[in-house]
């Protein structure tokens, strides 16, 4: 059964499945700072969108360099359902005194912020950094949840649906859980 939040009169979801699938305007692809889609939800999300995901990635790279660790870029979908798909680079886990945390909470943030600019109503979100960058779950969680809420609570007119997509039982769990304490998160 799918969770939600209320934050004023907006309703944030969590539900589990596959975010390549998801019709809302953005999707987030937890990345890397080359854009080189080469594993996790990031292949699926390159794979599925086909080239110009990694076109339009290539080309951005060419321009900035690289993308720092919690900011956020965007490209076209190209095959995917979505509109839009929103690059955002999660922290590497090096054990929690690297700056992880705020980090992690930047790229909800700059996520949002960067849809807002460009006038996307719905956004999905995968659990940044609890895959391949080993995030501790519990911990990501509780940050993505709490950032999330925030930012809408200070924007409440910015979005129709904001959501997280989450893979497997055990992360989605992890997010119901944040979700039923967030008001004292
Ligand atoms: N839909 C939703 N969530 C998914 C999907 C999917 N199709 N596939 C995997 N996940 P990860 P990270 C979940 O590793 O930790 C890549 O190589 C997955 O189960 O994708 O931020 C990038 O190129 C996990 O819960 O992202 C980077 O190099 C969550 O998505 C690096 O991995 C995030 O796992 C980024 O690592």
């Given at each position: 059964?799918?969770?939600?939040?209320?934050?004023?009169?907006?309703?944030?979801?969590?539900?589990?499945?596959?975010i390549t699938a998801e019709t809302s305007d953005a999707i987030v692809n937890p990345a890397n700072s080359q854009l080189l889609h080469g594993g996790g939800a990031a292949l699926a999300i390159a794979r599925k969108g086909g080239r110009v995901i990694d076109e339009q990635s290539h080309n951005l790279i060419?321009?900035?360099?690289?993308v720092p660790v919690s900011k956020a870029v965007m490209t076209d979908a190209?095959?995917?359902?979505?509109?839009f798909v929103i690059h955002t680079v999660g922290p590497v886990w090096h054990g929690?005194?690297?700056?992880?945390?705020?980090?992690?909470?930047?790229?909800?943030?700059?996520?949002?912020?960067?849809?807002?600019?460009?006038g996307i109503r719905s956004v999905a979100f995968p659990s940044i950094s609890t895959g391949v960058y080993s995030y501790p779950l519990k911990q990501a969680a509780e940050i993505a949840v709490r950032t999330v809420r925030t930012f809408i609570k200070e924007h409440p007119e910015a979005f129709e649906d904001v959501m997280w997509v989450l893979f497997d039982d055990r992360?989605?769990?992890?997010?119901d859980e944040a979700i039923s304490c967030a008001e004292t998160l």
């Open positions: 059964r799918d969770l939600m939040i209320c934050v004023g009169d907006k309703e944030i979801h969590i539900k589990q499945g596959d060419r321009r900035i360099g690289e190209g095959e995917l359902p979505c509109k929690g005194n690297n700056g992880e945390a705020e980090l992690l909470a930047g790229c909800y943030r700059n996520s949002l912020q960067l849809a807002m600019e460009h992360t989605k769990q992890a997010y």
